[in-house]
């Protein structure tokens, strides 16, 4: 009509533009405004804690212009390509009393391609997070090589005090007798450092009997530990003892390794009475292996496991020797003792500070954390992307039935039963899902090799993952299909006949 009357075809264009311009500017301040108000949110949800992501992330002038960029580029985007269709109307058909629903075929196959390109996109960071979770489930729940449960961390720092290297053996001695004393405690130890920490203290060695291959050297972790650590913090005793209160600083030597250690520098040899040096090359195997202890992840979850040296803390002679870590077990909640260990401590040096205490299961947790950071904010967009393809698949069918609705009274007129004209519309919308399946799992499989390096204890195209997602994408778009497809089964025949 429009054409017909004198308006040139750029007028359209430029009437088509500024209605999305309008819409996408109003929907961008919402999102601003949301932006505001939810910024907050997003930082706790990534920093796990008030206070312990340090980030400006309120939106500045920078973040404003990028946003009104897009916002911009969107509305033109979207804008431009109805608004060209529109100037290739044909008038003559156009004026006359046609069915709505043929003037509508370019727009609703560009409508229906954008549609599927969300399914598509959506399929694909349903797939991303879902390998996410598995990966952070797989990582909180391997073996770490620890009973981490009823174990308390406390941390201590007998240097801040003003200890010197030889008085910190009767400080260690009275603190543990007295925390040990405490009711609910079931054995107490030390350590330089605990697992999971982020601290690692690794060194050349040199085994009796081992010969590294040429331009190589022996290598393992050191850990400097009190009496009872194996028993403390949980890892099992395949041979041999734990390190005890007789391994003095005057007594012989001695160390207990892990499995790794053995595997990798006795393999098939009994390691109990085999001698090491923590010097290489090696001056006197000076050091006797006392005992082996089952593998365990000390340093990060993602590690594989590495030869690792327990030592005696009492046998140290250099800054080892000061424990940075008291190890408690209970018999209950490790932080219900929490107060008592703290009067211990109190008790044996009102000097020496405490620089934290938490159980040990909460540390290996928080080892975790990035981890899940990505896998709960990959489950939320990947959410949030399901959620628009739901609505632009409600929004296509809408639009489908609406231009349908005379050709549906037509039928139903004709004897076509509601099942048919619900099968009818829900047909088409799988048609939609299917391709935009079939083109998000193509993407999936593509940039899998991207995702790899990022997933633990599952391959990147694993089935289970895949069959979820589409399960839960298809399952969600049918169910927001369903809604206009049992409203046009509905219709009445003669208000559908009498529509246009």
């Not at 960029?69 to 008038?91: E, H, K, M, N």
């Not at 393992?220 to 041999?240: C, D, I, K, N």
């Not at 005696?312 to 250099?318: D, F, I, R, V, Y």
């Not at 349908?404 to 619900?422: D, K, S, V, Y």
Request: hydrophobic share 45%; net charge positive.
């Amino acid at each position: 009509m429009r054409l017909a009357m004198g308006a040139s075809r750029l007028q359209l264009v430029r009437q088509y533009l500024s209605e999305s311009l309008m819409l996408a500017l109003l929907g961008g301040a919402v999102g601003i405004w949301i932006a505001f108000w939810g910024v907050n949110g997003l930082v706790a949800l990534v920093a796990g804690e008030p206070g312990l992501l340090a980030l400006n992330v309120r939106p500045d002038v920078r973040i404003l212009g990028f946003a009104l960029v897009v916002t911009l580029f969107t509305a033109i985007l979207s804008g431009l390509a109805p608004a060209l269709q529109a100037t290739r109307v044909d008038l003559a058909p156009a004026l006359k009393d046609v069915p709505s629903g043929r003037n509508q075929g370019g727009r609703s196959r560009l409508a229906k391609a954008l549609v599927t390109f969300q399914v598509a996109v959506s399929l694909l960071l349903l797939i991303g997070s879902g390998l996410f979770i598995r990966t952070l489930r797989n990582l909180q729940f391997q073996d770490f090589g620890l009973k981490q449960e009823k174990v308390l961390e406390v941390g201590i720092d007998p240097r801040i005090a003003g200890y010197k290297q030889p008085q910190l053996n009767g400080l260690y001695n009275t603190l543990l007798d007295r925390v040990t004393a405490i009711p609910g405690v079931q054995s107490a130890s030390l350590s330089l450092y605990s697992p999971m920490s982020g601290t690692n203290w690794s060194g050349q060695i040199a085994v009796e009997g081992y010969h590294p291959p040429p331009n190589e050297t022996a290598g393992a972790q050191w850990v400097w530990v009190g009496p009872r650590y194996a028993e403390t913090v949980g890892m099992s005793l395949l041979m041999g003892r734990d390190l005890s209160d007789r391994d003095t600083a005057g007594a012989p030597l001695v160390a207990v390794v892990n499995e790794s250690f053995v595997k990798e520098y006795l393999p098939g040899q009994n390691p109990i009475g085999r001698r090491l040096s923590m010097n290489d090359p090696a001056d006197a195997y000076e050091t006797e292996i006392v005992g082996v202890v089952k593998d365990i992840k000390f340093n990060a979850p993602r590690q594989k496991y590495w030869p690792v040296v327990f030592l005696p803390l009492a046998q140290a002679t250099g800054p080892e020797s000061f424990a940075a870590n008291l190890d408690v077990r209970t018999l209950g909640d490790p932080l219900s003792v929490a107060a008592s260990v703290r009067e211990a401590i109190r008790r044996t040096d009102k000097n020496l500070p405490i620089t934290g205490i938490r159980a040990l299961s909460e540390q290996i947790h928080d080892s975790v954390r990035l981890e899940s950071n990505v896998a709960w904010l990959s489950t939320f967009f990947g959410g949030l992307a399901l959620l628009l393809s739901c609505i632009g698949l409600y929004g296509i069918i809408s639009f489908g039935v609406a231009c349908q609705t005379r050709e549906i009274g037509i039928r139903m007129a004709l004897g076509a039963q509601r099942r048919n004209i619900l099968y009818m519309v829900l047909r088409e919308a799988m048609l939609l899902i299917l391709l935009g399946t079939f083109l998000g799992l193509i993407g999936a499989i593509g940039t899998s090799r991207l995702l790899a390096s990022h997933l633990f204890g599952l391959a990147s195209i694993d089935p289970l993952t895949y069959s979820v997602a589409v399960l839960t994408l298809t399952g969600i778009a049918l169910l927001a299909a369903s809604i206009p497809s049992r409203r046009a089964s509905k219709v009445d025949p003669m208000v559908a006949l009498r529509h246009e």
